[in-house]
Structures are given as structure tokens and as C-alpha cells.
């Protein structure tokens, strides 16, 4: 063998050689890869002490935002009854300026309406005093006197208490003014197809109106010697616990 053939010789065998310890280090390395991926992929599944922690937090949380907008709600309740007090009020001195006294019946002195809901004891706006003083209210600001969302001169002969006028008006009757203009959810039932109940406070009850301190300012009943105007703000007529002062002074009202 000549020097030229050794020489290939063993250049093949150091080539062959370096391939075969080259694609062993690359199976290797190419394991380790393979492993060091799967490793990073593999997910530890969370423990029943992390779920039952990360369940309260979700249910706290929750329980927080539900009460915000709880919160939230209510006052919202509270300044739209405010505010409708004030309205419902001013149509009240309106209605003064053209009748020289407050909305108050006056067929029979005391009435069974107005004079008869006395807001020191009466303390339940889903009763029969509440609606019925709540009905003399709507009359007497609407003009609607017959209680069908309309206001012509067929309402002009009735009396705010929904009674007929006595002496009966000579015709041609023009229909009563109007001094506020109530909004469908503003009163009960808002399908205004249906007769009007009582007139609807933002927390579903019968808003209060009573001339009953007019009738009796000396035992006394009522508190304001023009009129009564409240909205019991959803609290219970027996509240538990009690609150600290009567419950009046949860009541949104203007006195």
C-alpha cells in the first residue's frame, strides 16, 4: 500500500469516526431537548385547598360588586323620590294659587281620605288610607279626575275625591288644569289601558299624602299644617332590628 492510499485510508476512517461521535451528540442533545420540552409543557394540576381559595375570593368578589350596585340602586331610588316630592309639591302650591287652599276634599270635614292618613301612626303604604289619599293627590295635580290617563271635560265633573259635584256644573265644562304630568312608571298599574291605583313611589309602594294635621292640629296628627308628602323608602312598617330614632326618619318626606 503506497503512501497516497494510507493517507486516504485514514482520512475515511477519522471522517467516519467524527460522524459517528457527531450524530451521537446530537441524539443526545436532541433527547435532551425533547425532554426539557415536554417538561416545561407537563401542567401541575391545582390542589383542593387552591380551588376552595381561588372559589372564596370569586364568591367575595362577587359578593362585594353585588352590593355596591345594591347600594347603588337604593340611592338612586331615594333621589328620584326627592325629586318627585318636590315636583308633586310645587304642583301643590299651583293648584293653591288657583283654589286658595291645598288638595283636600271638602264634602265632608273631616274627610275620609286625606284627614284620614296620619303619617305619626300610619306607617304601612300598601293600605287602603295610602291609595285612597294617593288617588285625591293625582286628581287634584293631573286633572285627571276619573282616573283614565285623560284629562277632558268629563273630569270637570268630579270632585278630586272622584265624587260628583253638587250643584252638577252647567255645561259646556272645560277640564280641570293641569299642574304635573305623571310619567307611566310613576304610577300604579304603568299599563295606562287600566285605571290608576295609587301614585307609585321608585320603591313600588303608594306614596303618602295627608291634610290630616289641617283637621287636627291640636292632638296632634300629621305634621306640616299645609300638607304631608312622603315616601316610606321601602322600610318595613315593623323594621327588626328597630331604627335608632322613629322610623319616620328613614322615611324621604317634606317635613
Not at 301643590?92 to 273631616?110: I, M
Not at 295609587?198 to 292632638?219: E, H, K, L, M, W
Request: proline share 9%; charged share 15%; net charge neutral.
Amino acid at each position: 500500500m503506497s503512501n497516497a492510499e494510507g493517507i486516504t485510508k485514514r482520512a475515511i476512517r477519522y471522517i467516519v469516526t467524527s460522524l459517528h461521535r457527531t450524530d451521537g451528540l446530537t441524539v443526545q442533545r436532541f433527547n435532551g431537548l425533547t425532554w426539557r420540552s415536554h417538561s416545561s409543557f407537563c401542567f401541575r394540576a391545582f390542589t383542593l385547598i387552591e380551588l376552595i381559595v381561588v372559589f372564596g375570593l370569586i364568591i367575595v368578589l362577587t359578593g362585594l360588586v353585588l352590593s355596591t350596585v345594591g347600594y347603588a340602586r337604593k340611592k338612586g331610588a331615594r333621589v328620584r323620590a326627592e325629586t318627585e316630592i318636590a315636583a308633586m309639591s310645587a304642583a301643590c302650591e299651583g293648584y293653591k294659587a288657583d283654589y286658595a287652599n291645598y288638595p283636600r276634599p271638602t264634602s265632608t270635614t273631616p274627610n275620609n281620605t286625606t284627614d284620614a292618613l296620619d303619617a305619626r301612626t300610619m306607617r304601612d303604604p300598601t293600605t287602603a288610607n295610602y291609595r285612597a289619599a294617593s288617588l285625591v293627590l293625582y286628581r287634584a295635580v293631573s286633572g285627571d279626575r276619573n282616573l283614565d290617563h285623560i284629562v277632558n271635560s268629563s273630569d270637570g265633573y268630579l270632585d278630586i275625591d272622584g265624587s260628583a259635584l253638587s250643584p252638577a256644573p252647567t255645561p259646556p265644562i272645560p277640564p280641570p288644569p293641569s299642574y304635573f304630568t305623571f310619567k307611566p312608571n310613576q304610577l300604579s298599574p304603568s299599563d295606562q289601558t287600566q285605571p290608576v291605583e295609587f301614585i307609585r313611589d321608585p320603591f313600588g309602594n303608594s306614596y303618602g299624602y295627608s291634610t290630616a294635621n289641617q283637621a287636627d292640629p291640636v292632638t296632634p296628627k300629621g305634621y306640616n299644617p299645609t300638607f304631608d308628602l312622603w315616601s316610606t323608602a321601602g322600610v318595613a312598617p315593623s323594621p327588626t332590628p328597630a331604627p335608632p330614632a322613629t322610623q319616620q326618619d328613614l322615611w324621604i318626606k317634606n317635613w
